[in-house]
């Protein structure tokens, strides 16, 4: 797909809150600072229209940054941001959050998550507490957490008067969720899959490369639309260009076949390429 091609129509899922995000975005975790401008308008340029950040990514700024200049009107970009695993207790994290909030400048933060439970570390209670505060004097169209387990999860619906609209979470061919997934589904919070390529490690898989021999596409492309059908967001990482085109165009063609799909998702083998949400503590 060239720069003149038509951008694919990306679908869009509504949240409980009523707000609506495209089902496919572009993540910008480990992308630096310095290479994020371009990769984003890369992005841009090809039709996402929904980015996913954190404070933790070091790179607000510069996500910011390419969209004011990309001629795009801000309010058509669903951004995401999290708050950093570094802040502790509510005044601090009330504080984080403004930063963010000036950061977005005009542009209201479209979703804002927990980023991980860090249950071992402190309280996440207080910091749910610092994001639905935040929540209720404007400062997000929707919130939602990131790495939340089930046991999460129900202390968070005994103790909050808010609910998630998502929880992100990571998710792939080798770590399908099919319980987390349900458990979301059943209230009301959409799935969003991190590293939902499994950061390339499912691409070589013999089932995946065999599917992307009967379909005629890539086994990236395989991998996501999988996702796409399971009902899962997601917004997959890659500062080439010719990835971030090959990636979009998982919205497009036929759906892959439910034995196909039956076919990836018994590729499950509990395998996580990031941290255990129980004993995860890493700062960022
Ligand atoms: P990913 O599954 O998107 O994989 C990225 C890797 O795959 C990169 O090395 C990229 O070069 C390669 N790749 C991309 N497209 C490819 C293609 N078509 N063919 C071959 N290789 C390709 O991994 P990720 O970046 O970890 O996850 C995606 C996004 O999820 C992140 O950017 C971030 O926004 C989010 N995320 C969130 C959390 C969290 O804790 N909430 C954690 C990790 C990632």
Redesign the pocket.
Known sequence: MTDQSPAPTVPSVTLQSGVTIPQFG??????APDDTEAAVLDALRAGYRHI???QG?RNEREVMAVIDRSGIDPAEVFV?S?LSNAHRGYDESRRAIDESVAIHGDKQIDLF?V??PLATVHDFMIVWKAITDAFDDGAFRAIGV??FHRDHLERLFAESDHRPDVN???A?PYLVQAELRSFNAEHDIVT?????????IV?EDPVVAAIAEETGR????VVLRWHLQLGNV???????PS??R??LASVEGDDLTDEQLTRISALDRHQR???DPDTFRYKY
């Open positions: 572009f993540g910008v975790f480990q992308i996913d950040g954190a990514y995401t999290k998550l980023h991980w990131s790495n992100q979470i990571e792939h969003e899959a991190w590293s939902p390529i499994g950061q390339g691409l890539t086994p990236a492309q997601v917004f997959p990482r890659s500062t080439a990835r971030i090959e990636n390429t990031g941290g």
